[in-house]
């Protein structure tokens, strides 16, 4: 069994799932841009931040680093709030635009936006959903080991598997 100070604490999304979807040369047709802190596709607008999720069984959290879709007008006050102490006053409502893994109800769940002057957006997660649940409640141990074999692959398999294949010459 994995020791849980071995697993992962910290995913991030490169860009929105309806960016990430297409290959560079399809983005540009499409006219997507991003940096690592904003997207626009269209008239859609989106901001990066993180999803924090403690840990029930330590003083510890996991962090989704995801992106949100936000209304342009929010994305834009954001934008001229960015990295200013006027962040701090901007609270709003957007729609999680990456699937979370082991998540099913993640991608397009609602979420509190919470800005920050000196740190990336903080995003609270619809409570009716299981990530939002989590979030809510912590993420247990057999849990974290569940999602790091989603997201790794299950090592520990494959090395008793390795083993075996060494007893058996």
């Not at 989704?64 to 709030?81: I, M, N």
């Not at 397009?108 to 936006?113: E, I, L």
């Not at 247990?140 to 849990?143: C, D």
């Not at 299950?154 to 398999?157: A, L, S």
């Given at each position: 069994m994995t020791d849980v100070s071995d697993l992962c604490r910290d995913i991030q999304m490169k860009l929105p799932d309806d960016i990430w979807m297409h290959?560079?040369?399809t983005r540009y047709t499409l006219g997507?841009?991003?940096?690592?802190?904003?997207?626009?596709?269209?008239?859609r607008r989106f901001i990066f931040g993180v999803i924090t999720v403690p840990l029930s069984y330590a003083e510890d959290e996991f962090t989704?680093?995801?992106?949100?879709?936000?209304?342009?007008?929010?994305?834009?006050?954001?934008?001229?709030?960015f990295?200013?102490?006027l962040a701090n006053e901007l609270r709003f409502e957007g729609t999680l635009a990456n699937e979370i893994p082991s998540y099913s109800e993640s991608l397009?769940?609602?979420?509190?936006?919470s800005c920050f002057e000196d740190r990336r957006p903080v995003f609270e997660v619809d409570p009716d959903t299981?990530?939002?649940t989590e979030q809510c409640e912590g993420l247990?141990?057999?849990?974290h080991r569940e999602l790091d074999a989603i997201l790794f692959g299950?090592?520990?398999?494959d090395e008793d598997e390795l083993e075996n294949d060494f007893k058996g010459e």
């Open positions: 290959d560079e040369l997507a841009r991003y940096t690592q802190d904003f997207a626009a596709l269209g008239d989704w680093g995801c992106w949100v879709e936000v209304s342009p007008e929010d994305h834009d006050r954001y934008l001229a709030a990295r200013s102490d397009g769940a609602r979420v509190t936006v299981d990530l939002g247990t141990a057999e849990a299950d090592d520990e398999e």
